[in-house]
């Protein structure tokens, strides 16, 4: 069986993302509150997201 075709979205920097249409999508905006960064907790685990000075996001545990 064949899946139907998905479509592209621009990511904004001149590359495609896969949209699919189950995925749940927020905005970086959003999830950082006006911060530079924010803790993830992952299970036991505690990940750090941060937007550096060139305007991208970095993930580290």
């Known amino acids: 069986m064949s899946q139907p075709p998905r479509q592209a ?3 904004g920097n001149g590359g495609e993302l896969i ?4 995925v ?13 960064e924010l803790l993830i907790r992952h299970g036991a685990d505690t990940y ?7 305007n991208k ?4 545990k």
Request: proline share 10%; hydrophobic share 35%; with cysteine.
């Open 24 to 36: 749940p999508v927020v905005d970086s905006t959003t999830l950082m509150c006006g911060k530079r």
């Open 9 to 11: 979205r621009p990511d």
């Open 57 to 60: 996001l970095i993930l580290t």
């Open 19 to 22: 949209s699919d249409p189950a």
């Open 48 to 54: 750090r997201l941060r937007l550096t000075a060139s």
